[in-house]
C-alpha cells in the first residue's frame, strides 16, 4: 500500500513541489524530538542514545504543508534501525512518507575481560561491566546484577565485547521422557500441571509435553523440569 501511495505522488506530482530530499531543517528537527523522546522511554540505567534520521526517496516531490505531524509506525522498535513516519496534516494535499531512523543505545552490561573462546565456562574474572552498544545486534545484552556465571559461550568472545543472549549455549531444563511441572498464567489466575516431555526442553526453544489425556501441548521451558504453557 505505501509503495502504491508513494508511486502515485511521482506520477501526478504538479510543478512546483517539494523536493523530499534533503528534508527542511524544521521537519527533521521534529522527527529527531520524536525519536529521542521514543529512544528516552525505554532506555536502560545509565543509558544515552544517538539519534540519526535520514533522508525518505530522493524520487519523491512532496506539495507544500503548513503543517507536518511526525509518527512512529505501530510496532517501531526504539532501538536500531527503524522508520518513522511524517504527514502532511495542514496543505491543499495530504501526504504521508516514511523517513529512516538509526538510533544507538550505549549502557552499561556485562563484557568480556579479554578473549574468551568457544566453550569457555564463565568465571567472575572473565566479565566486567562496561558501557556498550546495546543497539548493535538484535540479541539482547546480559546486564543483570548478578552475571550468568557457570554458563557455557557457543561461540568465542572479543576483549571488550558485549555479552549477549545469544553467546551463551542454552539450557537443557529436561530431557525426553521425563516429567514436567506445567505453568499456565494469565490475569488473575495461575494453573499448573504435570506431563511428560516428548522431546529435550531447551532454553529459548519451544518443546512438546503430553498430557495424561493424551492431549500434547506447546510449552517454553522455564526451569529444572518446569514450563510454561504458550498461550
Avoid: Y
Avoid at 502532511?88 to 516514511?98: D, E, H, L, M, N
Avoid at 568480556?112 to 540479541?139: F, K, M, Y
Wanted: aromatic fraction near 4%; glycine fraction near 10%.
Amino acid at each position: 500500500m505505501l509503495r502504491l501511495v508513494l508511486l502515485s505522488l511521482l506520477l501526478l506530482a504538479p510543478c512546483g513541489l517539494l523536493s523530499a530530499e534533503p528534508l527542511p531543517a524544521h521537519w527533521a528537527k521534529q522527527l529527531e524530538a520524536l525519536a529521542e523522546q521514543a529512544a528516552q522511554a525505554g532506555l536502560p540505567p545509565g543509558g544515552r542514545a544517538e539519534v540519526q534520521i535520514g533522508a525518505p526517496d530522493a524520487r519523491l516531490r512532496l506539495a507544500p504543508c503548513a503543517q507536518v505531524q511526525p509518527f512512529l509506525p505501530t510496532g517501531q522498535p526504539a532501538f536500531g534501525r527503524g522508520r518513522l513516519g511524517l504527514r502532511c496534516v495542514q496543505g491543499a494535499t495530504k501526504w504521508s512518507i516514511s523517513v529512516p531512523m538509526t538510533v544507538r543505545v550505549f549502557a552499561p552490561a556485562w563484557a568480556a575481560v579479554g578473549a574468551l573462546p568457544a566453550g569457555t565456562v564463565l568465571q567472575s574474572d572473565h566479565l566486567r561491566l562496561e558501557t556498550v552498544e546495546w543497539s548493535a545486534e538484535t540479541s539482547p545484552v546480559l546486564a543483570q546484577a548478578v552475571p550468568p556465571l557457570g554458563r557455557q559461550l557457543q561461540r568465542p568472545l572479543q576483549a571488550g565485547e558485549a555479552l549477549r543472549q545469544a553467546d551463551l549455549k542454552p539450557r537443557q531444563w529436561f530431557a525426553a521422557g521425563d516429567p514436567v511441572r506445567l505453568l499456565l498464567q494469565g490475569e488473575g489466575f495461575a494453573v499448573r500441571g504435570e506431563g511428560q516431555a516428548l522431546a529435550p526442553g531447551l532454553e529459548g526453544r519451544s518443546a512438546k509435553v503430553r498430557l495424561e489425556s493424551g492431549r500434547v501441548l506447546t510449552v517454553w521451558p522455564v526451569g529444572e523440569r518446569l514450563a510454561e504453557v504458550a498461550l
